[in-house]
């Protein structure tokens, strides 16, 4: 187990080093390649010469691509400084990248975002799990049943419906009609109960659709699951069948949902871009949307790495699961 | 039997969809009781507020306004800013030796003094301006506001390499030839070494310009103008908390998400003749899905859009069938064009230009912009309305508006022939794709261009890179992009601040270009020459109108619009009007609530 | 059911719905599938007898029907077949004097593991991935009985003692992936008889094991047997494996029980041609020099479209004998051909003898 912890740890170690370096490829050197000036579009439309020299001085891009990529690395770990036009910016550890459009450092930018995309994407996780899965057990247990067409047309509905459609409309039933919520953001730190009622309509809306795919995979493992072999012993064995459905097949069934779990969350917390729009949420996938809108080309690379990271991180997190559950992981 | 039932499941299908819209209606209608006519208490009515004041008389000291917004300013450093609504929203924290008069429409254009106890004294044939300060004026830590302050925000604009994105113009009119560096590269003691402006003492601030120009004081009139005070330079991120010298200071700020703006103690009623300061508190929130802040708006949870560029479509059309009342419907000041490169054949011939204008169907460009309403009237030249010696549709040398606005087959094939190319040609139309209603222009100009034998094809760039990839003309002539879609609004409401970078050969540039149709034209230049030493209104306004007839009967420009804008303003607001100092914007700096609570 | 009770009486067995003697007792038992392209019929009719002590050898090529039949006697056709094509059963199975198709399901659900038990082909697939050899066998202990865990894990280290694994208080920690092919089934054989049961069915208990490993599987299953006095049915498609275990044979074909008897008439006085085929192409260790192994030419029967007449007479060799072409219009019923001793077949008992000896025994 242990041995098996940490060749996972260190392929996500080296995953994490490629990772930087294709990001900082994709964002930096590609457009140089491309002949596309990269210090013109960090100051915008009206591009002033002196400007732009003022952002290639600080940035560096000037310099050897090596130099570059290995300021850009050093500033992740020991923070660096951006000196220029007389004007010096000390961005510390871990440097993300600064903002010549904000005129802030990205990380604590992100950190400021990244609890509201968090809450979100777990809050939500927990409700489409709950959802998700016991619609796929009933109706792989009811196949063929009203109940199951029902909840495959319902769970069909939510794969193809977006989420800025089904998002505006329950703002426009809940919160414009009903005013049963008031639709605005509250931090947890500064009240826990409007911050719960005011993602309560985000979570609904982003687990309506993670749980429409959740039923439907659910649905296929648990039948292809209850054709298995061990699954006739545990019924051979004379135990009930709500045993053997929780305690054999249940067990089995979560290992896809698992993998699924691990790479929605990860993607998700990488910014759920339609559903933080749709509802204001001042989150990571919102802010690279206003990001890409202002061209703000560091803050695109920092949620661009966190997102990276966040699915690696989840994908370890995944796989640490998977040998807990699967014993036959271990081995291999 | 089996019909009627099936008709009775439809009525059914029919009664739920039907359940469903209206609670969607009556959910985006949200507050309830309309009055469209305009009520006291209530909304002030349809276009109540479009150059004349609404509900004046209503307005209370106190209370909290709620601005929205789809789009937070580039940078609120007075420097930096270049948003129109960031200028307009800069006047609540921010004061100019001389701004726009607080009046509605055309009185807003007018300037007035506001640091200085008058408007320039001009000496030197229009070279020299000398201005002195009130008594009183003060920053928000209660210090007196002095020339040096003055100068020293001004020398910021130099420090392009750290603060960039504002205009330059100051820059432009004082250093021509950019000699000075900018206050951070400033070798002198006090940093103050820029050589065109002199404080003699505290109170007296002399700007020597190299050449006259006589739009000079609209230049200084432009929040880039504003003192700043060296000791509370924060250089770069001087945007993220501005030293106020205006009634509001900045209380908290968060990019893209919210700013607060307070009352300013220091500043004093009686030192500012402009600013009336009504509200207590200012909120700005930012939203990221337009839809949410129109709803909003619409529900009365906010007062007013902070953009000011017209409801999205959704909202307009929910708010103009029942809430008419609470919009204004002026004109932007922007015109919405396609312009022909003169580099791209066969387009250097201005009967191939004339034959586009007349072949084109304007009322469909207009609907194709959003109608007369939401798009606004078709554009008949090249000046805005709200610019001094604009002349409006009245001016219309192609009769765009009169005879020929469905389009004018047989002018334009007479055009081709004129030019050489009677069986038409082929070219290109470049369009942004990231402005869906630009896209629909592009496609209306294919269209009617399409019956008189000119085959456009569409292409549609990356809008965030306009300035590599349409401001590059030698990229214009590669690419073969006879016909650009575009707009433009004036910085400042003269014929310098509009047209002076699209028409004057002087600003053919090889990156940036905004002269698309490389008009280079000596009478044109000599017109613009001539206006910035012309320092009367009325000598201006005429050179104004002459350049624009220059520019229209050279046929570089087919003009769709003169834009206008559905704007909301809420139930709660008082002393609302548009002024043309901010392109038809309602004058955010006295802006007042009819209640305190 | 008149026909049949006709038919079961002149095999001299017991009328139906009452109460039989014997231990086991299986009376015109059928299995119908409904699918899509039809009703699979994959057991039609088949009654049989087992006694306590006694080892029966169900034997038949794949899809003959031999597995459906234990399915059908634990119950599982119908617990936990979930959506709407459920099995069609009919007949009576007697265990221990209770009729299990009519019995309360949760009843019938306390007789699995307890009172009879089942040993699967596949140890690797039949035993859950996710859980330690120990927990299932705990887990298989604890169902029937009311013990604590420690008490259920020392039956557990126990029973897999008995079933001759090494080590078993720490094999029992282990998974099945960590236990080798025979191992497994050994691990598979104790969890069967952790609650003694009474009738202990064993699917093609050795079918996916190494030779070596089979007989060593066979001779445990034979010794437990005698120690705990159950009965047992071994379902093989190998007469080989029944040969070393079973007191009597039942050969089926096609869902139907083609010959039935004790083991050595089965074996040296076969009374039907499909024996004879399993016979020649079972492959014989005791034989000096083997001849080509003889198979059954052709394939099993559709169990949708069953053959007319006798079901194997597509691939009977002797097909053409009897006369009338009966053998393609009559289904033949089993008779008498000795002491308890059944076949199905239409050619005269004479004509078998004689094919018998002449023909088949000297070849094999």
Redesign the interface.
Same mark, same amino acid.
């Given at each position: 187990m242990l041995t098996y912890l940490i060749r996972r740890l260190f392929a996500a170690a080296v995953m994490l080093v490629v990772i930087i370096t294709v990001v900082f490829c994709i964002f930096f050197l590609v457009p140089k390649w491309a002949g596309v000036d990269i210090a013109s579009s960090f100051v915008g439309k009206q591009a002033d010469p002196a400007a732009v020299e003022g952002v290639r001085q600080k940035l560096g891009l000037g310099d050897p691509i090596y130099v570059q990529v290995w300021e850009f690395f050093k500033g992740i770990f020991v923070g660096r400084t951006y000196a220029g036009g007389g004007d010096t910016i000390h961005c510390a550890a871990p440097c993300f990248g600064y903002s010549f459009r904000s005129e802030q450092a990205i990380w604590p930018v992100l950190t400021d975002r990244f609890p509201v995309t968090l809450g979100l994407a777990l809050g939500a996780a927990v409700l489409w799990l709950i959802l998700g899965v016991s619609a796929g057990v009933l109706s792989a247990l009811k196949r063929g049943s009203l109940w199951d067409r029902g909840a495959m047309v319902v769970a069909l509905a939510g794969v193809s419906l977006p989420i800025y459609f089904t998002g505006m409309l329950s703002l426009a039933i809940f919160v414009f009609g009903l005013h049963w919520f008031s639709g605005t953001y509250v931090p947890f730190t500064d009240n826990p109960g409007k911050w719960f009622t005011g993602m309560i309509l985000p979570w609904v809306t982003l687990a309506f659709l993670y749980a429409a795919m959740y039923a439907r995979i659910t649905r296929a493992t648990m039948m292809e699951i209850l054709g298995e072999d061990y699954i006739r012993t545990a019924r051979a064995k004379g135990l009930r069948e709500p045993v053997v459905i929780r305690k054999h097949a249940m067990r089995s069934t979560m290992t896809p949902i698992l993998t699924m779990l691990g790479m929605d969350l990860g993607a998700l917390i990488g910014g759920a871009i339609l559903t933080e729009s749709t509802f204001n949420l001042p989150g990571l996938g919102r802010e690279v949307l206003l990001a890409i809108r202002n061209q703000d080309l560091p803050v695109i690379v920092g949620v661009t790495l966190i997102t990276s990271l966040a699915v690696l991180f989840a994908n370890l997190v995944v796989d640490i699961l998977y040998a807990v559950i699967d014993p036959r992981v271990r081995l291999t | 039997m089996t019909t009627q039932r099936t008709s009775g499941r439809r009525k059914q299908a029919l009664a739920a969809a039907a359940a469903v819209a209206a &609670?969607?209606t009556?959910?985006?209608c *949200?507050g309830g009781g309309d009055d469209n006519g305009g009520s006291k208490n209530g909304a002030a009515g349809f276009d109540a507020a479009n150059n004349k004041v609404a509900q004046a008389s209503a307005v209370k000291k106190g209370g909290t306004l709620k601005f929205g917004g789809a =789009? /937070?300013a /580039? #940078?609120w450093d007075t420097t930096r800013g270049?948003y129109g609504f960031m200028w307009n929203f800069a006047r609540y924290y921010s004061r100019q030796l001389v701004t726009g008069k607080t009046e509605p429409g055309k009185g807003g254009a007018q300037l007035t003094p506001d640091l200085a106890t008058g408007l320039a004294k001009v000496t030197d044939g229009g070279k020299t301006y000398t201005y002195t300060l009130r008594d009183g004026v003060t920053w928000e830590d209660g210090k007196p506001i002095t020339s040096k302050d003055v100068k020293y925000g001004i020398e910021r604009v130099w420090? =392009?390499?750290? &603060?960039?994105?504002?205009?330059?113009y100051l820059k432009e009119v004082l250093d021509p030839k950019g000699e000075y560096k900018?206050p951070?590269?400033d070798t002198s003691a006090d940093k103050l070494g820029l050589k065109a402006i002199d404080t003699p003492d505290d109170k007296t601030i002399v700007f020597h310009l190299p050449q006259a120009n006589s739009d000079f004081e609209e230049i200084l009139a432009l929040v880039s103008a504003s003192p700043v005070r060296q000791d509370k330079d924060t250089? #770069?991120?001087y *945007? &993220?908390k501005p030293f106020s010298s205006g009634p509001y200071k900045f209380e908290s700020y968060?990019?893209?998400?919210s700013l607060t703006l307070t009352r300013n103690t220091s500043w004093k009623q009686a030192s500012d003749p402009v600013r009336k300061a009504y509200p207590d508190k200012i909120t700005v929130t930012f939203? #990221?899905?337009a839809?949410?802040l129109d =709803?909003r708006l &619409?529900?009365g949870d906010l007062d007013l859009d902070i953009n000011q560029t017209g409801m999205s479509p959704q909202g307009r059309t929910t708010a103009l069938k029942q809430h008419k009342a609470n919009l204004d419907n002026p004109v932007s000041g922007y015109i919405r064009y396609a312009v022909f490169p003169q580099s791209v054949k066969p387009f250097d011939n201005e009967h191939c230009r004339k034959a586009v204008i007349y072949g084109a169907d304007h009322v469909s460009l207009q609907t194709a912009r959003g109608g007369p309403v939401a798009g606004g009237d078709i554009g008949t030249n090249m000046l805005p309305p709200s610019v001094p010696g604009a002349e409006g549709q009245k001016y219309d040398p192609y009769e765009l508006a009169g005879a020929n606005k469905s389009g004018n087959v047989a002018k334009a094939k007479e055009e081709l022939k004129a030019c050489g190319q009677p069986n038409g040609f082929s070219t290109t139309i470049a369009v942004r794709n990231n402005k869906p209603v630009e896209v629909a222009t592009a496609q209306s100009l294919q269209a009617s261009l399409k019956k008189v034998g000119i085959n456009a094809q569409i292409d549609q760039y990356d809008g965030?890179?306009?300035? *590599?990839i349409i401001g590059s003309p030698s990229n214009v002539k590669k690419k073969g992009y006879g016909i650009i879609i575009m707009g433009w609004g004036p910085d400042f409401p003269t014929v310098q601040g509009f047209g002076l970078p699209l028409w004057d050969s002087k600003y053919i540039l090889q990156s940036?270009n905004n002269n698309y149709a490389l008009i280079n034209d000596k009478a044109i230049d000599g017109l613009f020459s001539q206006y910035v030493t012309t320092l009367d209104d009325a000598g201006k306004e005429k050179i104004a109108t002459q350049i624009n007839h220059k520019v229209m009967e050279g046929g570089y420009y087919l003009p769709f619009v003169f834009e206008k804008f559905i704007n909301w303003r809420s139930d709660r607001l008082a002393n609302v009007y548009t002024t043309d100092n901010y392109s038809g914007m309602y004058d955010f700096v006295n802006l007042g609530l009819k209640s305190a609570s | 059911m008149t026909d049949l009770s006709k038919t079961g009486a002149a095999l001299g067995e017991p009328v139906s719905g009452a109460a039989p003697s014997a231990f086991l007792e299986v009376r015109d038992l059928k299995v119908h599938f409904p699918t899509d392209d039809g009703l699979v019929k994959s057991v039609d009719g088949l009654s049989f007898q087992l006694e306590k002590g006694k080892t029966l050898g169900i034997v038949g090529e794949s899809g003959s029907g031999k597995s459906v039949t234990s399915l059908g006697i634990m119950g599982l056709h119908t617990a936990g077949q979930y959506g709407k094509r459920k099995a069609q059963i009919s007949g009576e199975i007697w265990l221990n004097g209770t009729e299990l198709l009519t019995a309360d399901p949760d009843h019938v659900r306390k007789l699995r593991g307890r009172e009879m038990a089942m040993i699967f082909q596949d140890p690797l697939s039949a035993l859950h991935p996710y859980y330690t050899i120990g927990q299932q066998i705990v887990e298989a202990y604890r169902i029937h009985h009311d013990v604590d865990k420690k008490t259920a894990r020392r039956r557990a280290v126990e029973m897999l003692d008995r079933v001759g694994i090494p080590q078993p208080d720490k094999r029992v920690d282990n998974y099945p992936h960590e236990f080798s092919g025979g191992m497994r089934q050994r691990a598979m054989i104790a969890m069967s008889l952790v609650n003694n049961p009474e009738l202990l069915i064993a699917d093609e208990p050795t079918t996916a094991l190494d030779v070596t490993v089979q007989a060593q599987i066979l001779d445990l299953i034979r010794d437990l047997q005698k120690e705990f006095g159950s009965a047992v049915i071994v379902i093989t498609h190998d007469l080989g494996v029944v040969a070393e275990l079973a007191d009597d044979i039942l050969v089926m074909y096609g869902g139907r029980c083609v010959e039935r008897g004790p083991a050595d008439k089965v074996f040296y006085e076969p009374r039907h041609p499909y024996t004879w085929g399993l016979l020649g192409s079972m492959p014989r260790l005791d034989r000096e020099q083997q001849e080509r192994l003889i198979p059954v030419k052709g394939s099993p029967p559709s169990l949708i479209n069953v053959p007319s007449g006798c079901a194997f007479n597509p691939r009977c060799p002797y097909a053409d004998i009897p006369k009338d072409d009966v053998t393609r219009t009559v289904r033949p019923e089993l008779a008498e051909v000795g002491s308890r001793h059944w076949a199905a077949c239409h050619l005269s008992t004479e004509q078998r003898e004689r094919i018998w000896t002449e023909e088949i025994a000297p070849k094999l």
């Amino acid at each position: 187990m242990l041995t098996y912890l940490i060749r996972r740890l260190f392929a996500a170690a080296v995953m994490l080093v490629v990772i930087i370096t294709v990001v900082f490829c994709i964002f930096f050197l590609v457009p140089k390649w491309a002949g596309v000036d990269i210090a013109s579009s960090f100051v915008g439309k009206q591009a002033d010469p002196a400007a732009v020299e003022g952002v290639r001085q600080k940035l560096g891009l000037g310099d050897p691509i090596y130099v570059q990529v290995w300021e850009f690395f050093k500033g992740i770990f020991v923070g660096r400084t951006y000196a220029g036009g007389g004007d010096t910016i000390h961005c510390a550890a871990p440097c993300f990248g600064y903002s010549f459009r904000s005129e802030q450092a990205i990380w604590p930018v992100l950190t400021d975002r990244f609890p509201v995309t968090l809450g979100l994407a777990l809050g939500a996780a927990v409700l489409w799990l709950i959802l998700g899965v016991s619609a796929g057990v009933l109706s792989a247990l009811k196949r063929g049943s009203l109940w199951d067409r029902g909840a495959m047309v319902v769970a069909l509905a939510g794969v193809s419906l977006p989420i800025y459609f089904t998002g505006m409309l329950s703002l426009a039933i809940f919160v414009f009609g009903l005013h049963w919520f008031s639709g605005t953001y509250v931090p947890f730190t500064d009240n826990p109960g409007k911050w719960f009622t005011g993602m309560i309509l985000p979570w609904v809306t982003l687990a309506f659709l993670y749980a429409a795919m959740y039923a439907r995979i659910t649905r296929a493992t648990m039948m292809e699951i209850l054709g298995e072999d061990y699954i006739r012993t545990a019924r051979a064995k004379g135990l009930r069948e709500p045993v053997v459905i929780r305690k054999h097949a249940m067990r089995s069934t979560m290992t896809p949902i698992l993998t699924m779990l691990g790479m929605d969350l990860g993607a998700l917390i990488g910014g759920a871009i339609l559903t933080e729009s749709t509802f204001n949420l001042p989150g990571l996938g919102r802010e690279v949307l206003l990001a890409i809108r202002n061209q703000d080309l560091p803050v695109i690379v920092g949620v661009t790495l966190i997102t990276s990271l966040a699915v690696l991180f989840a994908n370890l997190v995944v796989d640490i699961l998977y040998a807990v559950i699967d014993p036959r992981v271990r081995l291999t | 039997m089996t019909t009627q039932r099936t008709s009775g499941r439809r009525k059914q299908a029919l009664a739920a969809a039907a359940a469903v819209a209206a &609670l969607l209606t009556t959910a985006a209608c *949200g507050g309830g009781g309309d009055d469209n006519g305009g009520s006291k208490n209530g909304a002030a009515g349809f276009d109540a507020a479009n150059n004349k004041v609404a509900q004046a008389s209503a307005v209370k000291k106190g209370g909290t306004l709620k601005f929205g917004g789809a =789009q /937070d300013a /580039d #940078s609120w450093d007075t420097t930096r800013g270049y948003y129109g609504f960031m200028w307009n929203f800069a006047r609540y924290y921010s004061r100019q030796l001389v701004t726009g008069k607080t009046e509605p429409g055309k009185g807003g254009a007018q300037l007035t003094p506001d640091l200085a106890t008058g408007l320039a004294k001009v000496t030197d044939g229009g070279k020299t301006y000398t201005y002195t300060l009130r008594d009183g004026v003060t920053w928000e830590d209660g210090k007196p506001i002095t020339s040096k302050d003055v100068k020293y925000g001004i020398e910021r604009v130099w420090a =392009q390499d750290v &603060l960039s994105g504002g205009p330059t113009y100051l820059k432009e009119v004082l250093d021509p030839k950019g000699e000075y560096k900018g206050p951070y590269k400033d070798t002198s003691a006090d940093k103050l070494g820029l050589k065109a402006i002199d404080t003699p003492d505290d109170k007296t601030i002399v700007f020597h310009l190299p050449q006259a120009n006589s739009d000079f004081e609209e230049i200084l009139a432009l929040v880039s103008a504003s003192p700043v005070r060296q000791d509370k330079d924060t250089k #770069s991120k001087y *945007g &993220l908390k501005p030293f106020s010298s205006g009634p509001y200071k900045f209380e908290s700020y968060s990019p893209g998400k919210s700013l607060t703006l307070t009352r300013n103690t220091s500043w004093k009623q009686a030192s500012d003749p402009v600013r009336k300061a009504y509200p207590d508190k200012i909120t700005v929130t930012f939203f #990221s899905n337009a839809n949410e802040l129109d =709803q909003r708006l &619409l529900n009365g949870d906010l007062d007013l859009d902070i953009n000011q560029t017209g409801m999205s479509p959704q909202g307009r059309t929910t708010a103009l069938k029942q809430h008419k009342a609470n919009l204004d419907n002026p004109v932007s000041g922007y015109i919405r064009y396609a312009v022909f490169p003169q580099s791209v054949k066969p387009f250097d011939n201005e009967h191939c230009r004339k034959a586009v204008i007349y072949g084109a169907d304007h009322v469909s460009l207009q609907t194709a912009r959003g109608g007369p309403v939401a798009g606004g009237d078709i554009g008949t030249n090249m000046l805005p309305p709200s610019v001094p010696g604009a002349e409006g549709q009245k001016y219309d040398p192609y009769e765009l508006a009169g005879a020929n606005k469905s389009g004018n087959v047989a002018k334009a094939k007479e055009e081709l022939k004129a030019c050489g190319q009677p069986n038409g040609f082929s070219t290109t139309i470049a369009v942004r794709n990231n402005k869906p209603v630009e896209v629909a222009t592009a496609q209306s100009l294919q269209a009617s261009l399409k019956k008189v034998g000119i085959n456009a094809q569409i292409d549609q760039y990356d809008g965030s890179q306009t300035a *590599g990839i349409i401001g590059s003309p030698s990229n214009v002539k590669k690419k073969g992009y006879g016909i650009i879609i575009m707009g433009w609004g004036p910085d400042f409401p003269t014929v310098q601040g509009f047209g002076l970078p699209l028409w004057d050969s002087k600003y053919i540039l090889q990156s940036g270009n905004n002269n698309y149709a490389l008009i280079n034209d000596k009478a044109i230049d000599g017109l613009f020459s001539q206006y910035v030493t012309t320092l009367d209104d009325a000598g201006k306004e005429k050179i104004a109108t002459q350049i624009n007839h220059k520019v229209m009967e050279g046929g570089y420009y087919l003009p769709f619009v003169f834009e206008k804008f559905i704007n909301w303003r809420s139930d709660r607001l008082a002393n609302v009007y548009t002024t043309d100092n901010y392109s038809g914007m309602y004058d955010f700096v006295n802006l007042g609530l009819k209640s305190a609570s | 059911m008149t026909d049949l009770s006709k038919t079961g009486a002149a095999l001299g067995e017991p009328v139906s719905g009452a109460a039989p003697s014997a231990f086991l007792e299986v009376r015109d038992l059928k299995v119908h599938f409904p699918t899509d392209d039809g009703l699979v019929k994959s057991v039609d009719g088949l009654s049989f007898q087992l006694e306590k002590g006694k080892t029966l050898g169900i034997v038949g090529e794949s899809g003959s029907g031999k597995s459906v039949t234990s399915l059908g006697i634990m119950g599982l056709h119908t617990a936990g077949q979930y959506g709407k094509r459920k099995a069609q059963i009919s007949g009576e199975i007697w265990l221990n004097g209770t009729e299990l198709l009519t019995a309360d399901p949760d009843h019938v659900r306390k007789l699995r593991g307890r009172e009879m038990a089942m040993i699967f082909q596949d140890p690797l697939s039949a035993l859950h991935p996710y859980y330690t050899i120990g927990q299932q066998i705990v887990e298989a202990y604890r169902i029937h009985h009311d013990v604590d865990k420690k008490t259920a894990r020392r039956r557990a280290v126990e029973m897999l003692d008995r079933v001759g694994i090494p080590q078993p208080d720490k094999r029992v920690d282990n998974y099945p992936h960590e236990f080798s092919g025979g191992m497994r089934q050994r691990a598979m054989i104790a969890m069967s008889l952790v609650n003694n049961p009474e009738l202990l069915i064993a699917d093609e208990p050795t079918t996916a094991l190494d030779v070596t490993v089979q007989a060593q599987i066979l001779d445990l299953i034979r010794d437990l047997q005698k120690e705990f006095g159950s009965a047992v049915i071994v379902i093989t498609h190998d007469l080989g494996v029944v040969a070393e275990l079973a007191d009597d044979i039942l050969v089926m074909y096609g869902g139907r029980c083609v010959e039935r008897g004790p083991a050595d008439k089965v074996f040296y006085e076969p009374r039907h041609p499909y024996t004879w085929g399993l016979l020649g192409s079972m492959p014989r260790l005791d034989r000096e020099q083997q001849e080509r192994l003889i198979p059954v030419k052709g394939s099993p029967p559709s169990l949708i479209n069953v053959p007319s007449g006798c079901a194997f007479n597509p691939r009977c060799p002797y097909a053409d004998i009897p006369k009338d072409d009966v053998t393609r219009t009559v289904r033949p019923e089993l008779a008498e051909v000795g002491s308890r001793h059944w076949a199905a077949c239409h050619l005269s008992t004479e004509q078998r003898e004689r094919i018998w000896t002449e023909e088949i025994a000297p070849k094999l």
